[in-house]
């Protein structure tokens, strides 16, 4: 009786009894320590080729590539590093990238956002089939437009120029649609409320919708961070003046030109890595928190 009175005290204050802990079975403790290695490899096998490129630009020309393979250098050369950063080239392409990649993110988060507001809230004439095509952009692969999309930037006298790195990929179906889903979970009453105060559309969408993006402008703004960060392809084909290159454009002339330096060009590449680790482990919590909620809409 004594027994049944405590459960029930337990149960009355919001306290479930806890159920005792049954003890893995042996082949439990297999499972938990296959998936315990499948997870370490997967690390080290991601991880890998990231260490091996910040080891390498420590080491000697010749050890970067030298038979049979060392993963750590005889002797520890600090001056690859110091030589890449007391490059004035490389630091101005490291500023003008990441200009280039903010304005791109700002853009871009604007011109989406914006976007997935009207498709998500705004109510006009041939809603669905605008938003069926916008869905499909989604599965046309880049390269199949690059011809005329390069053709387009020429008759708008675009060519190596700032504008023709940033204007052409602000518009992103993917972030639309990421974006939209997001406001499709904002309650209608924030909305109905703003309006009897006399809200317009643009004023609720940059008081109350704006406020309330944080979740998917992390996620979005970082991805078109790295989109532009990262970029190669466009840049060469748009791009001719050497103090408009990218950073990718650099290191691959870079590669080109002084082939034999490896180590050096280890550096530059670990360097180059640098601020997109940096963002990702500033940011790494809600990318991670966002995505599941995300899912969980």
């Known amino acids: 009786m004594a ?4 459960t029930t005290r337990i149960v ?9 802990r049954v003890p893995r079975s042996a082949g439990g403790w297999l499972v938990l320590l296959g998936k315990v290695l499948l997870g370490a490899l997967f690390v080290i096998a991601s991880l890998f080729p990231l260490a091996w490129m910040v080891i390498a630009g420590f080491k000697s020309k010749t050890e970067v590539v030298e038979t049979p393979f060392q993963f750590f250098p005889e002797v520890w050369l600090w001056q690859n590093y110091a030589q ?9 392409t490291m500023v003008w990238t990441f200009f280039g990649a903010v304005l791109f993110t700002v853009g871009s988060l604007a011109v ?19 938003w069926a095509i916008v869905i499909t952009t989604m599965f046309i692969p880049g390269m199949t437009i690059l011809l005329t999309s390069f053709i387009v930037v020429t008759r708008l006298a675009m060519l190596d120029t700032l504008a023709v790195l940033v204007v052409p990929g602000l518009a992103s179906a993917g972030m639309v649609f990421f974006i939209r889903q997001f406001y499709l979970n904002i309650p209608k009453s924030l909305e109905e409320a ?4 006399g809200c317009g559309r643009f004023g609720i969408f940059w008081r109350i919708f704006l406020p309330l993006s944080k979740p998917p402008f992390v996620v979005m703004g970082i991805t078109a961070f790295l989109a532009y960060w990262n970029s190669y392809v466009w840049p060469i084909l ?13 290191l691959a002339t870079f590669r080109s030109e002084r082939s034999t330096e490896l180590g050096l060009l280890m550096a530059g590449s670990v360097l180059a890595a640098a601020p997109v680790i940096i963002l990702f482990l500033i940011f790494q919590r809600q990318i991670i928190g966002n995505i ?3 899912g969980l809409k």
């Open 112 to 130: 989406n956002s914006l976007a997935a507001y009207a498709f998500a809230r705004l109510d006009f004439r041939f809603k669905g089939a605008i």
């Open 84 to 92: 890449i950063l007391a490059d004035p080239t490389f630091l101005r």
């Open 3 to 6: 027994v049944i009175q405590d």
């Open 292 to 294: 599941k909620m995300a």
């Open 12 to 20: 009355l204050a919001g306290k479930e009894p806890r159920s005792p």
């Open 194 to 197: 703003a309006m009897l105060d």
């Open 238 to 250: 748009t791009i001719t003046s050497p103090e408009k290159f990218v950073l990718q454009q650099y």
